[in-house]
């Protein structure tokens, strides 16, 4: 069989890291070019170890050639298979180029659809891409979907303060929140996953994938995260997807599919934990106004991943508190309204959002005595 070629944007990060775990161990594909930020000395591991003819980074490395941007590394690889794994409003630029220089997109930056949604579509549908969906959820939710949808839900974990007395959550710094009580992530989910932030961007990600409208998605806790997503047909069948928390399968399916190919852990029956709980709206005030007021409205959405990026710096720095870094995205998103025509547009409405939430962050910590 005929190896597929792989370009990996963000391979040092926790989602690239795994990809490149996947593919050492089910063979039949070749990474031929990867992308990275500031991890320099762990992206010469990698690409050393793995002799990747191409890379585009900060930095020069010891082995491979180095291109001037990620355009140059998907035009001189042409890869089958893109998997972009680029957090952030960085990702959703990336995320594009590769739609014009490959034939399947394995997705993990959410935020292109999240911010960019339409246009991102658009895009998909004339160049004839693959859009497979890495997320754990919508990977779930992928290989479960068919005519005759009733509802789905997505599960949450509700992060790591679940189970925090709520009078407690505001004044919580990184180290608690740092917890995720079942996934492995990077630092930014997993803040995201305890204000919920990740699960509003997961609902806006299922509506633009699968094309089904806000009030057939339904969000619920999964407290062991065994559940990954839930599809209701409209004759009362339901088809639930289960499995352990391993982002290494959603990974594998995604290079694989049709086929699977990955060997993972097989759950023991005392894994089977099939309770689902609602959601608490005041524990999580985002994920609450964000229902109401955002995923309908793309400039909000920019906005809500701009002011997020910022806080959760800020947030992770030590400079505000929990408390705070909600307060900080709520303030932009309630102050930002636009309406965005394109992709250009998209940019700008992130910058302003960013200056929003930078002067908010300002005021909150000239208040705070040194
Ligand atoms: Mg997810």
């Given at each position: 069989?005929?190896?597929?070629?792989?370009?990996?944007?963000?391979?040092?990060?926790?989602?690239?890291?795994?990809?490149?775990?996947?593919?050492?161990?089910?063979?039949?594909?070749?990474?031929?070019?990867?992308?990275?930020?500031?991890?320099?000395?762990?992206?010469?591991?990698?690409?050393?170890?793995?002799?990747?003819?191409?890379?585009?980074?900060?930095?020069?490395?010891?082995?491979?050639?180095?291109?001037?941007?990620?355009?140059?590394?998907?035009?001189?690889?042409?890869?089958d298979i893109v998997v972009c794994a680029i957090p952030g409003i960085e990702g959703v630029k990336a995320a594009f180029e590769s739609l014009k220089y490959t034939k399947r997109l394995a997705l993990a930056t959410k935020e292109a659809l999240v911010c960019a949604g339409p246009f991102f579509k658009r895009m998909v549908r004339e160049k004839g891409v693959e859009l497979i969906p890495v997320d754990s959820e919508h990977s779930a939710i992928f290989q479960l979907i068919e005519e005759s949808v009733e509802k789905i839900v997505l599960t949450a974990s509700g992060g790591a303060i679940r189970d925090v007395p709520k009078d407690q959550i505001r004044g919580l710094?990184?180290?608690?929140?740092?917890?995720?009580?079942?996934?492995?992530?990077?630092?930014?989910?997993?803040?995201?996953?305890?204000?919920?932030?990740?699960?509003?961007?997961?609902?806006?990600?299922?509506?633009?994938?699968?094309?089904?409208?806000?009030?057939?998605?339904?969000?619920?806790?999964?407290?062991?995260?065994?559940?990954?997503?839930?599809?209701?047909?409209?004759?009362?069948?339901?088809?639930?997807?289960?499995?352990?928390?391993?982002?290494?399968?959603?990974?594998?399916?995604?290079?694989?599919?049709?086929?699977?190919?990955?060997?993972?852990?097989?759950?023991?029956?005392?894994?089977?934990?099939?309770?689902?709980?609602?959601?608490?709206?005041?524990?999580?005030?985002?994920?609450?106004?964000?229902?109401?007021?955002?995923?309908?409205?793309?400039?909000?959405?920019?906005?809500?991943?701009?002011?997020?990026?910022?806080?959760?710096?800020?947030?992770?720095?030590?400079?505000?508190?929990?408390?705070?870094?909600?307060?900080?995205?709520?303030?932009?998103?309630?102050?930002?309204?636009?309406?965005?025509?394109?992709?250009?547009?998209?940019?700008?409405?992130?910058?302003?959002?960013?200056?929003?939430?930078?002067?908010?962050?300002?005021?909150?910590?000239?208040?705070?005595?040194?």
């Amino acid at each position: 069989m005929e190896e597929k070629t792989v370009v990996i944007l963000g391979v040092t990060g926790s989602i690239g890291t795994q990809t490149v775990d996947v593919i050492s161990t089910i063979g039949g594909f070749r990474i031929v070019g990867v992308s990275f930020g500031k991890n320099v000395d762990f992206a010469n591991r990698i690409v050393s170890a793995f002799r990747i003819p191409y890379y585009h980074g900060n930095g020069t490395l010891e082995f491979g050639s180095k291109l001037g941007s990620i355009e140059e590394l998907l035009e001189k690889t042409k890869p089958d298979i893109v998997v972009c794994a680029i957090p952030g409003i960085e990702g959703v630029k990336a995320a594009f180029e590769s739609l014009k220089y490959t034939k399947r997109l394995a997705l993990a930056t959410k935020e292109a659809l999240v911010c960019a949604g339409p246009f991102f579509k658009r895009m998909v549908r004339e160049k004839g891409v693959e859009l497979i969906p890495v997320d754990s959820e919508h990977s779930a939710i992928f290989q479960l979907i068919e005519e005759s949808v009733e509802k789905i839900v997505l599960t949450a974990s509700g992060g790591a303060i679940r189970d925090v007395p709520k009078d407690q959550i505001r004044g919580l710094g990184p180290r608690e929140i740092l917890r995720h009580p079942t996934w492995r992530m990077g630092h930014r989910i997993t803040v995201d996953s305890a204000t919920m932030v990740n699960k509003l961007f997961e609902v806006i990600e299922a509506h633009e994938l699968f094309d089904i409208s806000y009030s057939d998605i339904h969000v619920m806790i999964n407290p062991s995260s065994f559940i990954h997503g839930i599809v209701y047909l409209k004759d009362g069948t339901v088809k639930i997807h289960a499995g352990l928390p391993d982002m290494r399968v959603p990974i594998a399916y995604a290079l694989t599919y049709p086929e699977r190919r990955y060997t993972g852990r097989i759950p023991e029956v005392r894994d089977f934990d099939m309770r689902l709980i609602d959601i608490e709206k005041d524990r999580y005030p985002i994920f609450d106004y964000g229902l109401k007021y955002v995923v309908n409205d793309l400039a909000r959405r920019v906005a809500l991943n701009a002011a997020d990026e910022v806080a959760i710096e800020a947030f992770l720095a030590g400079r505000i508190s929990f408390g705070e870094l909600i307060d900080t995205i709520l303030y932009v998103v309630d102050n930002v309204s636009s309406e965005i025509r394109d992709l250009d547009e998209v940019f700008y409405v992130d910058l302003i959002a960013r200056n929003l939430a930078k002067e908010a962050l300002a005021r909150i910590e000239r208040r705070v005595p040194k």
